[in-house]
Structures are given as structure tokens and as C-alpha cells.
């Protein structure tokens, strides 16, 4: 069966949407100079890829980016690694995303906070940039210099925006974790950094608890010599903040530097601005420095024209601070869109909460996990039916595979008239190879598309692209937003480990793809999850797709134990509530894959756990329990996982039932 036939059309964009969207506009924009003309979205691509630098520029000019000092042209170097954009540019990214800060636009809300422990706080364009400028002045005060690395322990809310803007503004470097994060979890990631400077919260509202940190980072603290000023936020307003002799309340701090405006510093275009870290299951995080230019104009392209995100538009992601979605969502400030940020848990007080944000706040955009999507199809929430959506536009998903089924549930009950945009892409390039345009229909099941300026294609173990089926996800051509490097890692050695050892000079990002033809993707999982009964390689995403989709199931992890130069396929599953593995349930779920994905994919082993771990972001961890199976002697970190308590039952089910190694 082809993929058309096995991916019906469930959206697809009205006239006014192909002519009226961002990206339609920019395409007549493009016609209108004399390129193309472009018959469809692919022919743009298609182009995007061809004339590179000419297609970043246009990208530039189009989305209205800005800076003290011109580049001498888009690519110096065209290496990879060690691509060179916009050599001789000078510019601000904090600058950029508060361009529309004045004139009309200063009175609009920038950010509006929900969180569990505080009320509503809504908040200005003109106020944003006040507060970032005020803050930008304490910290000069503090001895903060260009450089320097401010770190942040905060929610999704508007001190971690004011923060990194703060940072950004003065040449600093932000950086940022989740506060549920462990210290030890927390000093892995900031201890090979150094920060100068340190924001943090008392603690944090989940799920109608509140928890107490200021001892823990007050600990935190004394874990970093180099700090020299740490802000204490009040995310809890009846406990006392952080203490310690060098912190400043956050309202002390905003005081003191009152009517300073932020001195937006120009910066050369690969001057790091974030720092984001790997998951750090099987040791210390790396530390992936991200530079200023590509960044910023790689996040343009992504939420102005393939999100078609605007200044009319409100934009709720839900994320943490210890997720790159966080940095993302503070990028749309550069569209002129108001930003609901939502700290806590996406099931409190119910798991309709996001749900009726969205609708209260006539969000327009809305993004979350496959996950989260997946829960409320479980729960048969009905959304569409019982809330005014009629301002919702476009619903992102990503973490994770989308199941078709997922689809379903959300052309029925969930957003039907919006544009559902599975996008995927990672930490690494802090942005996405492939997601969703407003030019084209979406299929169930499959991503919609490659991004532009984008060369993706899947390689097979040769080096060579696939002509069909499923390969590496992999990219020939530079693009923005790779990182300028690893943090100290002077030679570029464990960049070039990361990226570039399997096919030199071309990034492989350890996804597993395939490329449909009409120009869609299916992701199979992590290729480094991959299984490979009798030789023949399946991705784990091809198993989750029938098991997840069975109401019994509540859960599930899959992966291969190696025996006697084969591989068993080991399937773990967390039943629904009042559920248990019954003899029929194990028939049900081996007959369901075998008949949705092959004889192969069936599992040798089904066993029963209570929870599956998942990394802070939300990602499954199948290479812990894969090295647990196959009696690797390495360690894994447990405080990179939300649940390190998952994997001490698993290691207790497998040992109880012979499957783990003498």
C-alpha cells in the first residue's frame, strides 16, 4: 500500500491561507523580485536548498531582523562543522525580539504568566523592555560583563524572559534550568559553565503541591564559586527567598536599576547566546553553545513563516526552562505576538487546564507534547465541543511521534479547524529539520514537510540517500542554527563526535526517517534505539503506534536484548488504571503488531511495570533500560531523569523474570 493511500488528507489550507498566510506572502514577496515562480511549496524548497545564502538574506529582509552593522555576505565559510554566517555582522539578539517594544505596539501584551502559585500577571511590550533594561543595569552593577554567563533556575514565566533578555541585551550568555531539577542535576549543567550570575526561584508550584527550595539552592549556591550576584524570585510568596550573602530580591534588583533602558550591545553573529544541555542520561550533559545571527534568523523562519506566528497572534508553548521549546517560545516575542507562558502541571486542576487557557485567552497558537495530545485522547476529552476555538490557528506537537490515531482524535474532538503541526527537530540545532507549513495538507500520520533552507534527506548505512524507505535523518547543507560549539571543547573534537564521525561533513542527527513522496516524514524513533530482530531494522515509534492506541494500555517502553548474535524484541507496558496483563491482553497486543507493522516487530517478552522513565523534558529513556537488559556496566545519571525510580522497579520486574543478565 502507498503512503498516499495509508495517509488520507485531514487539513488542508483554504485559498486564503495559501495567499494570505506568512509564507504565502513571502513566496509572492519572492516572485515578486523575479524567483520562481514557485509552483507549490516544494518548488520553494526546492530553491531554498539550491540558492542557500540567497534564501537566508531573503529570509532576513523579509521577516524585518536587525543589526548595528551589515554582514559582507551570508556564508563566509561553508564547512560543516565550522560554517561562518554572516560574517562582519554586528547585532543584538535581545534587540531583535523586542524590535516592536515601541512606537504602536509598546502598550500590547508581551507576556502573560500563569503559574500555580501566583496570579495572572500580564505584562507590557514596553514594560518587558523596562524590566529588562532595569535588570541589565543591576547586573552591570554586579560586575557582569560581555561573556559572562547568567544562569537561571525558574519557571516558565515572566522573570525567565526578563532574565534572559537581560542577559542577552548586555553580551551575556543566558542559560537555564527547570527548579524541580535536582542540585546534583543542576550543578552538572552549571558547574562546567562558571556563571557570573544566578536567578532563581524559592520554589514551585505541581499539581496543587507546593515545594520548598531555598535550602536546596542555597546549596546550589555554594556549589558555584564563580557567582557574583544571585536574585532571588518569589515564585512562592509566602516563603521566605534564597538567602545568602550575595543575594538581591528580584524586586530590589528591578529598583535598583529603574529608567535604565537596556543597552542592546552589538555582538559579532556567532557570539554564543544560549547554552542548552543534552539529557545527560549516561553522564554529564554537553553543553551546546548556540550563536547570536543563526539563531535568531533559523527561529524567524520558523515561527513567522512556517508558524505563521504575528503581531495579531497570542502563542502558548507549553514548556519548562529546561527544555530548548522554552528559548523557542521566548523567540516569538521577535513576531510582535503576545506569549502565555503556563508554569505547573498540564493536568491541574484537570486535564482540560491548557484547554480552557487556550480558549480564555483566544490563543491563536498553541504547543505541546504528543504526549499530552495522546493522554487527552485516552481520556476522551472533547475540547472542540465544549470550548470556543475560533481563534485557534495552529496546534504544534513534538517531543515525540504523533500517532496517527492522535490525528484522529484531534480532527474530532480536539482542534479540527486547526493546522496540526508535528514538528521535530532537537536541542542540537535548538530548532527543527522537518514540521508544518501553511501551504500544504496535512496527512494523518506524517509530518507535513522538510523546513526551508533545510537539506534533509535519509541516508542508508552506504552514506548514500535512500531512494525509498527508511534511513538516517541526515543534512547536507549548513544551516543557521547548528551550534557554534561545545563548551569547552577547545578542538571541536565531541562536536564533531556528536554530529559528523558517521557521514563526514554531513550532520547526522540520530533520527530514523523516512521521506514519503509526496514530500512528508515518518519518524521512527532514535536510531540509536533501533532494533534489529534478524538483522532487519525497526524503529520503536513503528510499536508504540498499535500499543499505545489500545485502551488497556496505559504506557510502554521497548527494546532489544541481544542473544546469541540476534536481537529479542522486549516490550514494556504500564496498564491503564484497574487494568492488568492478562493472557488476552498479551494476545490482543502481539496479534495488533503483527498485523499493523510485521511478524518482527512482535515482542518476545511483554512485561508488566508501574511507570516508564522519562528524561526532565519529557523524552522516553530507552537507551537506560537497553543498557540495563544487555548488562552494560556503564553508569546512568539519575538526575537527568524526571522518575530515576522507574528504572530501579524495571531492573526488579526484568530480574524477577529472567531477563536480566547473570
Partial sequence: MSHTEQSPVVWSPSEDTLKNSRMGQFKAWLEQQGFGPFEDYHALHQWSIDELDTFWQKVWDYCGLVCDTPANQVLGKRDMPGAQWFPGMKLNFAANLLRLADGEHADREAVVAYCETRPVLRRSYA????????LEAFLRSRGIRQGDRVAGVVTNGYEAMVGMLAATSLGAVWSSASPDFGVGAILDRFGQIEPAA??????YGYGGKVFARQQDFAGLVNGLPTLKTVVSVQQLPD??????????????????????????????????????????????????????????????KELMLHGDVGPEDRFLYFTTCGWMMWNWQASALMTGAAVITVDGSPGYPSLSFLWDTVAEEKVTHFGTSARFIAGCRKAELQPAKTLDQSKLRVVFSTGSPLLPEDYDWMYTDGAPDALLGSIAGGTDICGCFVGSTPLLPVRRGEIQCRF???????????????????????????LPSMPVCFWQD?????YRDAYFNTFPG??????????????????????????????????????????????????????????????????LVVPAEDQAITDDLLKQLKSRIREGASPRHVPRHIVQVNDIPYTRSGKKVELAVARLINGSKKADNRDALGNPEALDHIRERLAAVGLLPE
Fill in 127 to 134: 514594560r518587558l523592555k523596562a524590566d529588562a533594561g532595569a
Fill in 198 to 203: 544566578l536567578i532563581v526561584v524559592n520554589g
Fill in 239 to 300: 516563603e521566605a527567598p534564597v538567602s545568602g550573602d550575595l543575594v538581591t530580591t528580584w524586586e530590589d534588583a528591578l529598583t535598583f536599576g529603574a529608567g535604565k533602558p537596556p543597552s542592546f550591545t552589538p555582538l559579532p553573529p556567532d557570539h554564543p547566546v544560549y547554552i542548552l544541555y543534552s539529557s545527560g542520561t549516561t553522564g554529564k550533559p554537553k553543553c551546546i553553545v548556540h550563536g547570536n545571527a543563526g539563531l535568531l534568523v533559523n527561529h524567524a
Fill in 452 to 478: 526551508l533552507g533545510v537539506d534533509a534527506v535519509a541516508y542508508g548505512d552506504d552514506g548514500k540517500p535512500v531512494s525509498e524507505g527508511r534511513g538516517e535523518l541526515v543534512c547536507r547543507q549548513p
Fill in 490 to 494: 577547545p578542538e571541536g573534537e565531541r
Fill in 506 to 571: 554531513v550532520w547526522a542527527h540520530g533520527d530514523f526517517i523516512e521521506f514519503t513522496e509526496h514530500g512528508g516524514a515518518i519518524i521512527y524513533g532514535r536510531s540509536d534505539a533501533t532494533l534489529n530482530p534478524g538483522g532487519v531494522r525497526i524503529g520503536t515509534a513503528e510499536i508504540y503506534r498499535q500499543v499505545e492506541t489500545v485502551a488497556e494500555v496505559k504506557d510502554s517502553l521497548v527494546v532489544g536484548r541481544q542473544i546469541e548474535g540476534d536481537v529479542e524484541v522486549v516490550l
